[in-house]
């Protein structure tokens, strides 16, 4: 990779950018695009395929995926529980009466 995080050169974008241009200003090369990309979705093992390529590339841990699925998963009381739970000594100023 080169220095900055750049996968291209300026030079190289610069030619990327205009080809993508010159697709997206012609509406029939424009919908072109689109009716392909509407028939590559169509496909739920697609869709699967870029959403880990999202959570992988977010730098999501699995931790944290699994906690977000317990919350996920939980009752609205249990979240609020939770919740009251943790900030608690925060609220009541280190305090543990309850």
């Known amino acids: 990779m080169q ?3 750049w ?3 300026p030079e190289a974008r610069s ?3 205009e080809s993508n241009k010159a697709r997206w200003d012609d509406p ?3 919908a072109a695009v689109s009716e392909a990309t509407k028939a590559r979705m169509a496909d739920p093992a697609v869709r699967q395929r870029i959403k880990d390529g999202m959570l992988q590339a977010s730098g999501i841990s699995d931790d944290l ?3 977000r699925s317990a919350w996920k998963a ?3 009381l249990a ?3 939770f919740l ?3 900030f608690r000594p925060a609220c009541d100023g280190g305090r543990d009466d309850r």
């Open 3 to 5: 220095r900055g995080g």
């Open 7 to 9: 996968k291209h050169s």
């Open 15 to 17: 030619r990327i950018a």
């Open 28 to 30: 029939a090369k424009r």
């Open 65 to 67: 995926r699994l906690i």
């Open 74 to 76: 939980a009752s609205p």
């Open 79 to 81: 979240r609020k529980r």
């Open 84 to 86: 009251d739970d943790l």
